[in-house]
Nanobody, 124 residues
């Protein structure tokens, strides 16, 4: 059974940083791309960042490019999202997701399992 458990959310001030983690179980983690997505109140789910199975390629939404960094540690079955220079508009529930393939895709529809999410709130 696939499980994805996110952690690391919380409150931060604008310009601050947070690091999210997602621990995976129940599948061959090192063989699949992984992504992060977020959903703000009243808005649709937005894909944010993705990483290939071996970490060789990463992709970002324009809204976070240059501020967020996705990485993974296959030995720990964990994917990370380092969020710097946080903005009010980054406030959302953040999810990690398992891709369908080794090469991650940037569409939410290309993912099949999602965690429960971790809340990120950016406020002054």
């Amino acid at each position: 059974q696939v499980h994805l458990v996110e952690s690391g959310g919380g409150s931060a001030q604008p310009g601050g940083s947070l690091r999210l983690s997602c621990v995976a179980s129940g599948f061959a983690f090192s063989e699949y791309g992984m992504s992060w997505a977020r959903q703000a109140p009243g808005k649709e789910l937005e894909w944010v960042a993705g990483i290939h199975d071996d970490g060789s390629e990463t992709y970002y939404a324009d809204s976070v490019k240059g501020r967020f960094t996705v990485s993974r540690d296959n030995a720990k079955r964990t994917v990370y999202l380092q969020m710097n220079s946080l903005k009010h508009e980054d406030t959302a529930l953040y999810y990690c997701a398992k891709g369908l393939l080794a090469d991650v895709k940037t569409a939410n529809e290309e993912h099949e399992y999602w965690g429960q999410g971790t809340q990120v709130t950016v406020s002054s």
